[in-house]
């Protein structure tokens, strides 16, 4: 055998091998998801939350919301926030050093006045440069904390200091939070007897088309526009399939920014979020499950699989590349900082399953695919390729499409949101176009992310909203 | 040449992914007419419930506006149309039924009540709860155990009470409230023998439960003796909810407990239970706790500190841990009237941290 042969074989094969496995943990991936949901929906059907929304006994809860120049709408949604059905419950509003009026607007909206506020730095962060709190005592749940700019994970921190709550929930200000998100995302952590519930994760879907009136969601539409439309599937095969697999094994590595509940006492002690990272959300859970595995602590990351939190899509490509862009970096950032933990036996699930799968088929995943891309093309031009290899791609391309289905299935079976038969054809129509015109351009976001780390360009990267204003009604 | 054997093995590996292929593209083929089919066949029965759902309502309507002594000349029995009856054969229809009477029977007390559960009986539906009972499927199980008590149906209370202590914590949890259902306070005594944990989902449960009911002074003392922790923790619950003086001493006595969520909860039930003495007995216990229940035992000495704390509270001013030192503060002001003079006397001769704390307490003072 030629070493060029050599070379093609061991590309091919190695592929092919690499495809197989994937395949494999999807198909497990479904299995499991299938087994937890069905257990959730069951249990599920025996809940009161309005028990818990009536009870003293409810264990309280800090609201996390960062925001930074959200201006237009910021009124509208702490207002939103102040709504939610919780007992014991505080809001509190980090204005990470905003350059417009957010500060202003709020402080004139929700009759604010600077309280002398000793912030017990357990964390350190930027500087605080006032504390507000609300003459009206409709708004006494409300505390503004104004700070100078550091970015989300800081101005988290900067909220978990504040927070005087045993467990704190972040969100993403611009959100639409369902009116009882509090109570379901609380009972993981009632619910749990022998393991100690650190963190519980919702569903996030996608709010573009949607109706929403005074910040709160009134009619789930399907997006009208492509990308949106297609990041719904994404989502739903993510949140509904994924994040549920992954739960059922107690191996989540991750729980939405977006929303999200922690037990703020171990994030204390593990330090907060870290602001080195563009991934701050995966990265806290990560050094949270480290924590507990290195202590031998009984412990659990939860997951329900309800439609909880409703936020804005990208709807250009050029943000949607930035937002999976930072992704990527956020991935490698935070498997790099913890590869101690790779094939370790002494983190158990998250050793031996969690951190080698995020690896080898999260991060790298997007890579083979791109030089496997680039190597067929240049097998095309070889004449190289066979009719074998090409069904090989044209097999991996069914079973994505026919994973996605199964996804579309699990949510017409489960939690329905989109009832129009219609609307479930426009998914599956995305779900066949999906490997086509979606997914190279997020592989090659990936790569770009993969690029910019290299190249040590570590930015945020500006993620400017339309705004779901266009969506609201007149309130 | 290509050698025959070359050709028989690159047809194989074809035929392998033809055949593959093939099966990949029939599954997503199934799939799609699997869930297309699902929604028409669910839009037909979605239909077909709203009109089962017109005869359940007006059987329940029936039940509920029916005079025993009125419209009954010897046979107390709701009538029940042919329709009804010919479709109670249909366990679809039997669920949808049943959901409702429940739904009913939640909302109503009275004779109207009493009549849900005289229709519930005469259509035989308890014997299909009772079935359910021996289920394999740990949620018909508790559903059949739910529906029991919705119902009401107190003469199978005792075989309820075998499911108290169920493997499945559903069953468990559904069985206990059932017990509470059924006997009121005296329920409470599955905690004699309760071996699995009561998780707090399930206390705030029974909580609820309990506090629609006249409150009844139980015995509660073994249970603080109980080697289920979590039984101890409801305990401390109760006594604290109910205002249980008389428990005083038991509950000290959780503040010697090996497992720190009791202890946690017993300085939580010495807010609403206390003594002189209770400050006293926070602070002999202080250094050997952990942080969460230090500052827990501040928290309390809010309400039950008195002057003779005072020297303590300013020694934990020093402390390493802000948290310790604000909570502390925070105490001297709330338990004693000259406690913000002590602080600001305290302040001046201390470093900027205690300031800045001192200001934060006048200001939570001034709000």
Redesign the interface.
């Known amino acids: 055998m030629s070493w060029q042969t050599f070379i093609l074989h061991f590309f091919t094969y190695g592929i092919l091998l690499y495809s197989i496995i994937l395949l494999i943990c999807y198909v497990l991936i479904g299995a499991f998801s299938i087994s937890e949901t069905r257990s959730y929906l ?2 599920n ?2 809940t009161d939350y309005r ?2 929304a ?2 003293t ?3 309280s809860m800090s609201i996390l919301a960062p925001a930074y120049n959200e201006g237009a709408n910021i009124i509208e949604n702490v207002r939103s926030l102040l709504s939610l059905h919780y007992n014991n419950l505080e809001v509190i509003i980090i204005n990470d050093g905003s350059k417009d009026d957010s500060l202003e607007k709020l402080i004139r909206a929700y009759d604010l006045y600077k ?4 912030v ?3 964390i350190k962060t930027k500087p605080v440069r006032g504390v507000y ?1 609300s003459y009206n005592p409709v708004y006494r749940k409300l505390i503004v904390v104004d700070k100078v700019n550091g970015g989300k994970a800081d101005a988290l921190n900067v909220g978990v200091n504040i927070a005087k709550n045993d467990y704190f929930v972040c969100i993403d200000v611009d959100c639409v939070l369902e009116q009882d998100s509090l109570l379901k995302l609380a ?1 993981p ?6 393991q100690r519930v650190i963190a519980a994760g919702g569903v996030v879907r996608i709010a573009n088309s949607c109706e929403i009136e005074g910040g709160r969601l009134v009619k789930v539409n399907l997006p009208k526009q492509f990308l949106p439309r297609i990041q719904t599937l994404e989502y739903i095969r993510a949140f509904l399939l994924s994040r549920m697999a992954w739960t059922k094994l107690n191996g989540l590595l991750l729980i939405s920014g977006a929303f999200g509940a922690f037990d703020r ?1 171990i994030v204390i002690n593990c330090g907060g979020y870290n602001t080195n990272t563009v991934g701050e959300d995966m990265e806290l859970v990560v050094r949270m499950r480290r924590y507990m595995e290195e202590r031998d602590e009984p412990y659990k990351v939860a997951f329900i699989p309800d439609p909880l939190c409703w936020t804005e899509a990208p709807s250009t490509f050029k943000i949607l590349g930035r937002q999976r862009n930072r992704w990527t970096r956020g991935t490698i950032e935070t498997l790099r900082f913890h590869k101690v933990m790779l094939f370790n036996p002494r983190y158990g699930i998250l050793g031996m399953l969690s951190y080698p799968y995020w690896l080898f088929f999260e991060f790298m995943a997007p890579i083979i695919e791109f030089f496997g891309t680039i190597g067929m093309i240049i097998y095309c031009f070889t004449y190289a390729v066979n ?2 290899a090409i ?2 791609i ?2 991996v391309l ?2 994505g ?2 994973y996605s ?2 996804a ?2 699990m949510e ?2 489960t939690y329905n949101q989109y009832r129009g ?1 219609k609307d ?1 054809l426009r998914l ?1 129509g995305v779900a066949i176009l999906e490997p086509f015109v979606f997914h190279p351009f997020v592989v090659w976001s990936a790569i770009r992310g993969n690029i910019d780390l290299l190249r040590k360009h570590n930015s945020w990267g500006e993620m400017t909203r339309t705004g779901l204003a266009t969506e609201k009604k007149a309130s | 040449m290509v050698s025959k054997a070359y050709l028989l093995s ?1 047809f194989s ?2 035929h392998i ?2 055949i ?2 093939a099966g ?2 029939l ?2 083929l199934g ?2 007419v ?3 089919s ?2 028409y066949f669910k839009s037909v029965y979605d239909k077909k419930f709203d009109k089962w759902s017109l005869i359940s309502d007006l059987l329940i309507r029936k039940a509920v506006f029916y005079d025993d002594e009125e419209e009954s000349e010897g046979d107390s029995a709701i009538p029940v149309t042919a329709r009804a009856e010919k479709l109670m054969d249909n366990k679809h229809f039997r669920k949808l039924l049943i959901n409702e009477i429940m739904s009913a029977k939640r909302s109503i007390t009275g004779i109207s009540a009493d009549n849900l559960k005289h229709l519930y009986v005469q259509l035989g539906l308890d014997k299909y709860a009772l079935g359910n009972l021996s289920s394999g499927r ?2 018909i199980r ?2 059949a155990i ?1 529906e029991l008590t919705i119902m009401s149906m107190h003469e199978f209370v005792d075989q309820l009470c075998l499911y108290a202590d169920d493997k499945n ?2 069953v468990r ?2 069985a206990q409230s059932a017990l509470i259902q059924f006997n009121g306070f005296d329920g409470l005594h599955f905690l004699d023998t309760v071996t ?6 399930q ?3 029974l ?2 439960q309990l506090s629609h009911l006249p409150p009844a002074n139980i015995d509660m003392t073994q249970w603080f003796k109980s080697d289920n922790s ?1 039984v101890i923790i409801f305990t401390l ?1 109760l006594a604290r909810i109910y205002q249980r003086f008389d428990l005083y001493y038991d509950i000290v006595s959780c503040l010697d407990h090996p497992d720190p969520l009791v202890r946690y909860e017993a300085i939580h039930c010495l807010n609403e239970i206390y003594t002189d003495e209770t400050s006293d007995d926070f602070i002999s216990r202080f250094l050997g706790e952990i942080l ?1 229940n230090q500052l827990a035992m501040i928290k309390v000495m809010e309400t039950v500190g008195t002057e003779k704390d005072v020297l303590f509270l300013l020694d934990l001013l020093n402390h390493e841990n ?2 310790i030192k ?1 909570g502390a503060a925070r105490a001297l002001v709330q338990s004693n009237k000259d406690g913000m003079v002590s602080l600001e006397k305290y302040s001046k001769e201390s470093n900027d ?1 205690i300031n ?2 001192v ?2 307490i ?2 939570e003072v001034a ?1």
């Not at chain 1, 952590?189 to 022998?194: A, I, K, P, R």
């Open positions: 069951h249990k059907s025996f028990m818990l009536s009870s006994e409810t264990p309280v002398d506020f000793f017990n730095q357990q709190k009972k952590f009632l619910e749990s007897t022998n006492e009719w074998s069904m090989i044209v097999g069914c079973m499409i026919l289905i199964f579309i299935m017409v079976l038969r479930i599956v | 690159v590996i074809w992914q033809n593959v292929l990949i593209i599954l997503i799939l799609l699997y869930m297309l699902y929604m740990w949620y508790a559903k739910q914590d559903l949890m559904e699995y944990p009561i998780s707090n989902w206390q705030i449960k909580l609820q979590s619950k969460k802000d948290e604000i941290s800045e704390i200001m934060h006048k200001g709000a």
